[in-house]
C-alpha cells in the first residue's frame, strides 16, 4: 500500500513502491490516480509487472496516487476484489485502499442492504465506502472520523479524494503505516519503509493508531478520531517474524535486526552440537546468521533458488507437477553430504513444504538434521490480515513437538518460546498480538456466537 | 539445453529441465519433440514459463524430445533465431540445439551461399545442417561425424532426428555436457547436473570432447569423430567462476565446492581486518562463506532481494528508470551501519552496477568497504559462448587495479590470482579456457587476418 | 438482449442470440448465468465473438441465462458499464440487461446519493439496481413493480435473479421485447425475432408496454405494473427504418415488408426517369427492391462490400486515413458507368458518408444521380436510446431539402414523407414516436427547465 | 498479393490493398518492405485486421513493399508457410510472394535437397527461391528468367529484391496479374484491379503471360522469360465465377459484368415460371440480377447476412455448433413464404452448405425452389491454385444432374453449360482453363505416372 502527493512522477513511484512491497500481496495490483479534480484508475489480477505496462502508468499520470497489491487468498481471484476501490458517492469519486481484516463487515454489510445499498464486491473493504456515503455521516464536519468509529478490526488505510490523501489506522495499530518525505518535499505514506528507500524518500515517522493524517496542499495534518490513550496496541509480531522485508522496519525496530536477535535467543534456548547451519531460504537466513553468530556454528548454504520463479509452473500431469515443486529450492548435495545440520525455519505453517526440503537434505546425504524455527508454533487464527490456513491443518494443532519432530522427519525440532520472541522485539511484550501464537487475541472475535456464525458466513465471502 | 529420449512425460521432464537450466539463457526458450516418425516444435521469446502454456506442452506431447533456453545477445532478440532449429532435407526431418560459437560460421556460411543453398536465420547454428545436408557428408555411413569436422570453435551439440537423439562435444570441451538416466532406464543429456537433479534422474558421466553419444532404442552408444587426445582440453573456467548454477557439477566438479575454495584463497591471499563477510546477491553467497570460513570474519546479510524479477521493469521516465536500478537489491541499513565490511564478488564485468551497490552500502553508513572479487579481472573477449561486452567498456580495460577501485569508490580492492583460481579447480590448471582473464586462446582467433574481418562481419550478424 | 431460462445449453443460446443482434449494439457484450442458486458474470469490450473464447462459454455453463450487447456510444467505451450490471443486495444477487434510456437518471442517482447509496458506474442501468434495492420497495410484495414506476424513459428489461428472469418494457413501448419458445419447452425472450429464429425457438408474443413477464420453473407469468391502456403507445419508428435486422419482426411486423413498402411508397411520391436503381448497402437493398418493383426500372448492384469488416481499422496516417473509408464500399465502376442512377438510402445521419459515396458514383462516371431516401430527413435529437449525434452536426439540420441535395452533390433528392413512411407501417399512425423526424416527443423531456439541466450533466456521464 | 515501389506510405497502402484482396486468402497475412537495403518482414496468421497493429506498420515504414494475402488451406495452418518469404542467399536478400500452384515443387524439391539444399516450410513457393540462389542461375547476368523457366504450374510471382520489385506471371497466364499507377507517378502491381482502386491508382496494364516487369527507380521496364506466343493462354475462368470480386477487372473484364451476363445467359438456357429471384449471398447477386432482367421475373432479397462474421464461431458443444452455421444467413421468412422461387447460386461445391440454405427457404415456406447454377457442375480437382476438396466429395462426382436435384431438395435444378459460360467470357473460348468443370487441363498433369505418385506426395507436404 503507497500514496504520494503532489508529485510529478507520483505514478511511477507508486508503482516502484509497489514492486518493493510485491511480498504484500501478490493477487492483485492497481493505481488511482488524481489531477486534483478527477480520479483515474487501473487495476488487474497479478503482480505489478505484469499488471501495468508502460501505457497503463502514461493514461494514469498525474500529481497524486494510492496504489495496492493484494494478498493471496484461498477463494479464486476475483477482478472486482482488486483495490484501490473507486467509487462515486454524494459527494464525488473517492478511492479507498484497505490492509487488514475487517471482524464486523458482516454485520455492516447486512445493515446497509436493509437500507437498500448495494454492493459489488465480495471484499470487506466496501463497506468503508458505504459508512462514509452515509448521509449521518457524510453530512458532518469531519466524516471520516465518525465512519472509522464504526469499523471493528485491523486496517490501515488510505482514501483518495479527488484533491487529498487520508491515512489512517486501526485503534491498536495492528497493520503498520508510515510516512516518508521525498527531496522536493512532497510527503507519501507506504505499509513498509522499504518502499520509501526505494523512490529515495526519508522516513518521517508512523501514522499513530488511531490518528488521521491528511496530506493535501497545505502539508500534513495530523487528527485522532479515538482517544488512542484508552486502546492497548497490537502490533501483528508475524510482520517481525515473517512477513515483512527484511530491510524494513515496521512498529519503529529493523526487521532484519529482530530476526537476527530470534536466531541469537533461539541458540541460547535450543544449542545442538553440528558441523553447519544453514536456512530455508530466504528469509529465514537473517535467523540463521544469529544463529550462528550465536552458537559459533559456521553458516553455509545448503539449497541454490532459482531466479526465475515470478510465474508459477504449468503442468499438465501430476508427475511433472511433484517434480515441479522441488524446482523453487535445489540442495547443493556437496555442502550438506555427511554433515551434521542445524536447518533454520522462520515459521511452519502447514509443515508439507518443510517436510519435502527435510527430505530433501536427508537424500542429499545429510547425517543429522536439527530443526530450529525462529518463532513458537502457530496453533490459531489469524483474523486481522494474515491469511492462514485453517487452523484444522496447521502442522502444530493437536500435534506436541515431538510429533511434529516425528511428522517432518527430523532428529531433534525446536521452536523459538513467546517469550524468547518478544524480548527480540523494541517494544514491551504487551504491545504486540500474538494471537496466533498464543491464542490471545486483541479483540473479542468469539461472543456472542450469533454474530460469530454472520461472520463465517462473510468470511466465505469476504477473504 | 536438454534432451531425453523415451519416456511418457519427455516433454514435461524437458520443461523441467529448461527451467533449472533458465540461468543459461533467458531470450528464448523452445522444445522439439518426436513420435519416433515426426518433429513437432514450439519456440518462442521469453522465459520458459512465459514462452509455454499447457496447451503447447500437450501438442508437443511425444517420448523423445530435446529443448534449449537461448543466451541473451547484443543484438535485438529474434524468433527465426530461436532453438532448436527445425529444418527438412534430403534424409528428413532434423532439430539441432546449440550450446556454443563457431567462429567459422562466416566462412561456412558464405561457401554454402555460393553453392546455391538459401538462409533464414542469422544465427552461426543454421551452418551445422547445412554441413549434415551437405552431399558430401549425408551420403557417407557417419554424415554427423564428417560435418563435425569442419566446425571450429565451442560447440555442446543435440541433434533430433526423428528415430534418436545425437549428443556431441566439441573436441576442447569448452562447454559442458552430461548424460543422466531415470529410474525408468530412459537417458537424457543436459548442459549441467542441476537439470538431471530435478527430474530425479542420476549422473551417469560426462560427453567426452570430441565424443557422439547416440541414444536410440538400443541404448547408448558412443563414437569419436576425433581423435581427442591431440587435442588439450579448454573447459570454460567461468562456468566454475560465474555461469554455472552452485547446486551444479560441471567438468566433473561441484561448482559451489568450487566457488567456496575460491573463496577460501580469496582470504589467503588479501586478508583484511573487518568486522562482517557480506555477498553480493545471489551467487557470491558461496565464495562469501568460504572467505568467512578462512578469514574468521562472521558472514552477514547486507542486502535483500527482490522475489519477483522475473520481468523486467518498464519505467516511462528516466528519472524512474534510475530509481528502479535500486529495486533488485536493497541494502538493510542497520546490518551494514557502522561496520568495516569484506564485501564479496564473483567478478566484475562492466563495473556500473558494483559501484552502484558500493554507493548503496556507503549511503547506508558502511564505515569500510573491502571489496574482494572471487575471480581476476576480466580483460579480454570470448569468441566461445560467454557474451561479455566489447573489451573497450569492461572496467579492468585499460584500468590498474588501484584505478579500478577508485573508481568502484572503496576502501580496498583484491582480485583472486589466475593461479589462486586454477588451484581451486579439480583438474590440472593447463586443462581449463582462461582467456577471458589470460587472453590466452585455445584455438588461433586472429589470423589469418583476412578471415577474421570476414568473421568480423559474421559476428554482427550472429552474436 | 436476450434471455433464456432452464436450458442445458443456455449460455450457448444467448451467445448465438447475442451474435444475431450484433448490429444492436457493438461497444461491450457480457453474459450473466445462473445455476438456480448463485449468478456468475462475464463481459467485455468487442463484439460478441471477440469478447467470448469457449473458456468464458464453459466458465459460464448453466440452465438459466442472460446477454446483453450495447450500443456504442460517443464517449470512451467503458469496461465497467457493460452489462448485463450483477450486484449484491439485501435479497442476494440480480443481474440486469437494460435497452433504452432514462431520463430521470440524474435525478434518482441523485437522490440515492444523498441517501448514502454508492455508486460504480456512469451508466442510467445502475439507477433500476438502486430502485429494486430501496427499502420502501424490497420490502413489498413486488418489489419490481413498485420500482418501474419510478422509471421515466425508454426500457425495455430482463431481471436474472438466480431462479427467474423477469421481463419488461416501459408503458409506451418503444423498444420492442418478445418471448420465444424453444421444441424442449424452454421459454426465452429477446429483442427481434432474428435472434428466436436462430436458435430455432418459435415466436410466441411480444412482451406488453407496461407488462412484466415472469420466467420461472412454473412457466410463464404475466403482470402489469401500470395500467398500459392510459399510455399511447409510442413505439420507435426508427427500428423499422433502419435499426432492426430485416429479417426480424418488431412490433408485430416484418422489418424487410415494411423497407420493401417504404420503397414502393417512396417510387410513388418521387419517380424519375433513370436506368438503374441501386441500394447503398447493406439495408437499404430492402427499400431499393421495392422502388425497382414500383418504378418499373431495374435493380441492380453499384458496389461491393468488404466481408471482413468486423474489425475496424488501424491506419497511423491520416492520407491512409482517409483511403481506408473507401475500403467499406467498392463501386463496381462497369455497372455505374454512363447510367442514370435512382440511388436508394435508409436515411441519411451527418451525411458525410453519403456524401463520399455519391462522389465515387461520380467518379466512376454515373451520368445522372437521382438520390432517394426511404425515411424522413432526421432533425431532432433522440432521447430513448437511438445514439443519435448532436443535432446541430445532422445534414438536414438548418438546410432545406434542396441545400442538402447541393451538399451531397446529386442531380436530384427526395426524402420519404413522414405520412408516407407511417403508412407502409402495420397500426395505426399514432401507435409510433416518430421524433427524431417530427420533433414530437412521447414523453415531455424539455420541462422543467431544471430538471433538463440536470439531465444534461447526467448525459455527459451516461451516454 | 500486391507490391508498390517509393511511395511514402507504401506499407499502408500494402495494407489497404490486401485488406481489399481478403476473399483471396485468409489464412495468413505478411508484408515485407524495402529501404532500398534493407529488407524487413513481419506476418502472422489470420486476417489482414488482425495481424497487423499500428506498431507493425510502423516498424515496417519504408518506401518499397510487397504483401501477401494466404488462402486457406486443407492442411493446418502454419506460420512457417505464411508470405512473402525472406531468405539471405549469396547475392543478399530475397522476399518471394506467390500466388497459385506449382506441379513439378516435389521434383525441384527432391533435386535440391540431393544437393545439399535445405527447406524450412512445406510450401511450394521455397523451391522458386533454392532455384533462384542456384549457382547456375544466379551467376547468370538474368538469374530469374533462368529461374522461371524450371517452374511448371500456375504461378503470379512477386520478387522483392532491396532495391526492385520484379513480377512475373507464367507462360499460360493462369492467375491474374496488373499493373497500376498512383497520382505521384508510383508504380504498384496487384492480382485484382480492386486493390488499385482502393489507393486510388489507374489501371495501366496486365502483367502478361511469360513476361517480366521491373520496378526500380528507373521506371518500369519489361522483358519475356519464354517466347509466350508458343503458350495457348489458359486464364481461370472459375476466377471470374467466384473466385474475383465483382468490382475487379481480371483478364481484362469486369468480373461483374461477367456474372451478369452467367445470369441472363442462364435465364435463356433454363427458364421457370416463379415469382421472385433470389441470390444466394453475396456473390451470386450479380448472376442473380442478370437472370431477373434477362426473363422479368423481379428480384428480391430472400437472406439477410451478419456483417459481423469477420471471426468465426467458437462452440463448445455439436448442438450449438449445429445452430452456428445457421448465423451465417437468415432467411426473411416473409419475403419468401408462399412464393415460387429462382434461387441463383454461382457455384456448388460439396453441396453441403447449399443444401442447408434450400432447406431453410422450404421451412420458411417457400412454394418452388428452382435452382439455378451460373456455373456449369465441377467433377474435376484443380492443380492450379484453387483449393478444391478432393473430387470424391464433390457433390457433382457420380451424380447426374438430377441426382443432385434430389439431393439439394430442389424443386427443379439447371446448370449454366460450359459453352453459355464461356460466351460471356471476353476472349476465345480457347484461352480460358475449364479444368474443373470439364477435365481438360493446360498442362500435363497425370503422366508420366511416376511422376504424379510423387506430386501426390508432395501435396500432402505443401497445399
Chains 1, 2, 3, 4 share one sequence.
Not at 2 to 28: K, N, W
Not at 331 to 343: S, W
Request: charged content about 20%.
Amino acid at each position: 500500500m503507497f500514496g504520494i502527493y503532489d508529485h510529478p512522477e507520483a505514478v511511477e513511484m507508486t508503482y516502484l513502491a509497489l514492486f518493493a512491497q510485491q511480498h504484500r500481496g501478490q493477487e492483485s495490483a492497481g493505481i488511482c490516480s488524481s489531477d486534483h479534480n478527477q480520479i483515474t484508475r487501473y487495476a488487474g489480477l497479478g503482480l505489478v509487472t505484469e499488471v501495468f505496462t508502460p501505457r497503463h502508468l502514461e493514461q494514469l499520470r498525474n500529481p497524486i496516487a494510492v496504489g495496492h497489491v493484494r494478498y493471496s487468498t484461498t477463494g479464486s481471484p476475483n477482478i472486482h476484489n482488486s483495490q484501490p476501490l473507486l467509487v462515486e458517492y454524494a459527494r464525488g469519486q473517492v478511492a479507498v485502499c484497505h490492509n487488514g481484516n475487517l471482524i464486523n463487515a458482516g454485520l455492516l454489510r447486512h445493515t446497509y442492504e436493509e437500507q437498500g445499498h448495494i454492493f459489488q464486491t465480495t471484499s470487506d473493504t466496501e463497506v468503508i465506502i458505504h459508512l462514509l456515503a452515509d448521509p449521518e455521516h457524510m453530512n458532518m464536519s469531519d466524516a471520516i472520523s465518525h465512519s472509522l468509529t464504526h469499523l471493528q478490526g485491523s486496517f490501515s488505510l488510505l482514501v483518495l479524494l479527488p484533491d487529498r490523501i487520508e491515512a489512517t489506522r486501526d485503534p491498536y495499530g495492528i497493520r503498520p503505516l508510515c510516512i516518508g518525505r521525498l527531496a522536493n518535499g512532497s510527503y507519501c505514506v507506504a505499509s513498509e519503509t522499504i518502499a520509501l528507500d526505494v523512490i529515495d524518500a526519508s522516513y518521517v515517522r508512523d501514522v499513530e493508531p488511531g490518528e488521521i493524517v491528511t496530506i493535501d496542499k497545505d502539508g500534513l495534518h495530523s487528527r485522532f478520531y479515538v482517544d488512542a490513550s484508552r486502546y492497548r496496541p497490537a502490533h501483528c509480531i508475524f510482520e517481525m517474524v515473517y512477513f515483512a522485508d527484511p530491510s524494513s522496519s515496521v512498529f519503529r525496530q529493523n526487521v532484519h535486526q529482530a530476526r537476527l536477535a530470534m536466531g541469537s535467543q533461539l541458540a541460547r534456548e535450543a544449542p545442538v552440537k553440528a558441523d553447519l547451519v544453514i536456512a530455508v531460504p530466504n528469509c529465514a537466513r537473517c535467523a540463521a546468521i544469529g544463529y550462528a553468530n550465536q552458537s559459533g556454528i559456521p553458516v553455509g548454504r545448503g539449497f541454490t533458488t532459482s531466479h526465475y520463479t515470478g510465474r508459477s509452473f504449468i503442468m499438465p500431469s501430476q508427475a511433472s507437477r511433484d517434480l515441479a515443486v522441488k524446482m523453487k529450492l535445489n540442495v547443493i548435495r556437496e555442502a550438506v553430504g555427511g554433515k551434521r545440520l542445524v536447518v533454520i525455519e522462520d515459521s511452519v505453517v502447514r509443515g508439507t513444504t518443510t517436510r519435502g526440503k527435510m527430505g530433501a537434505l536427508r537424500t542429499a546425504g545429510a547425517k543429522e538434521i536439527h530443526l530450529r524455527v525462529a518463532s513458537p508454533p502457530i496453533r490459531h487464527g489469524c483474523y486481522f490480515g494474515i491469511d492462514f490456513p485453517d487452523p484444522s491443518i496447521l502442522v502444530a494443532t493437536g500435534r506436541t513437538v515431538e510429533q511434529i519432530r516425528e511428522y517432518l522427519g527430523v532428529d531433534s525440532l525446536h521452536y523459538l518460546s513467546i517469550e524468547g520472541m518478544l524480548d527480540c522485539a523494541r517494544m514491551v511484550p504487551s504491545k504486540y498480538c500474538t494471537a496466533c501464537f498464543s491464542g490471545k487475541y486483541p479483540i473479542d472475535v468469539t461472543t456472542p456466537t450469533e454474530k460469530f456464525a454472520l461472520e463465517r458466513r462473510q468470511l466465505r465471502l469476504f477473504t
